[in-house]
């Protein structure tokens, strides 16, 4: 988990369209049309940074005068690691990113001008405030921002993520939950695991920040944060599963990613973060 050499293997996306469920119902006799189909996610929206991938993103509610925001991990904060217990809040910034389109050309520079949250405690998310609206970014470069889901992904569900840093998209699937994932001095919860052993899920450094983008739904709904490099427990690049009686596993090649919905808990009617609301998932300074 580095900036220099990010530990992420992901998973990613397909080249053509995942077709929702179609909610006919053989044992009614009117027919009902199929659910309009769902297009594969891309690399459209993504942002790619000097040091890690990332994504244009909103909140459910956003308008379209809302500044945009961009999403990546909190191991990718300009300022180097965060140390456990660490939270920033609504701190200034100069971040810039290139905005990608569906074929990995870039858009604009998009240039942040606080970073709003950050932490590696319990999840390692960071997100950013731009300084331009998603209005005016959709009238300069036609790009339509991603949205956070409200809820955690579904076991067993296509997922697709799209790292900027390579301009690649990878696919994969969500195997299941870590209540307590450990790497070095950092402990997630309700990480998302993935990848191992599917070969389509082996990725190169640089695909930290990355959006997990759930297909059905074209949804995110985690972000790509860690994967096991070399088979050692509980260590940095090397994160470890822990189970209720304290014991610890890890196996190399395995993916994890952390969930995002945690954000929509936090929201305010304004759409500003308070972690003092009731439900509030995100980590407290």
Not at 14 to 31: F, H, I, P
Not at 60 to 82: I, Q, W
Request: proline content about 4%; aromatic content about 6%; charged content about 15%.
């Amino acid at each position: 988990m580095s900036t220099r050499r990010t530990v992420l293997r992901a998973a990613g996306a397909a080249s053509a369209l995942v077709l929702a469920l179609s909610g006919a119902g053989a044992a009614t006799a009117k027919s009902h049309s199929p659910a309009p189909a769902v297009a594969a996610p891309t690399l459209a929206s993504t942002i790619a940074l000097n040091n890690c991938s990332g994504s244009l993103v909103r909140y459910p509610s956003s308008a379209g005068t809302d500044r945009g925001l961009l999403l990546t991990n909190g191991h990718c904060y300009e300022g180097g690691f965060l140390a456990d217990g660490q939270v920033i809040q609504n701190k200034a910034s100069s971040r810039t990113g290139k905005l990608l389109d569906a074929n990995a050309r870039t858009l604009a520079t998009v240039r942040a001008d606080r970073l709003l949250y950050a932490t590696m405690t319990g999840t390692d998310v960071a997100l950013y405030r731009l300084t331009s609206t998603y209005d005016s970014i959709s009238r300069s470069t036609g790009a339509k921002p991603l949205t956070l889901s409200t809820s955690k992904p579904v076991a067993g569900s296509a997922i697709s993520i799209p790292s900027s840093y390579w301009k690649t998209t990878y696919r994969c699937s969500v195997q299941g939950f870590v209540p307590t994932l450990r790497e070095g001095q950092w402990t997630w919860h309700d990480s998302i695991r993935y990848g191992y052993p599917d070969s389509d899920c082996v990725t190169i450094g640089g695909t930290s920040g990355s959006p997990i983008v759930d297909d059905a739904s074209g949804k995110v709904v985690g972000i790509n944060n860690t994967t096991n490099e070399d088979g050692e427990v509980c260590e940095l690049n090397n994160p470890c599963e822990v189970g209720t009686d304290g014991s610890t596993t890890a196996t190399e090649g395995q993916n994890y990613g952390q969930e995002t919905y945690w954000f929509t808990t936090c929201l305010t009617a304004s759409r500003a973060i308070d972690l003092t609301k009731a439900g509030c998932l995100l980590t407290k300074p």
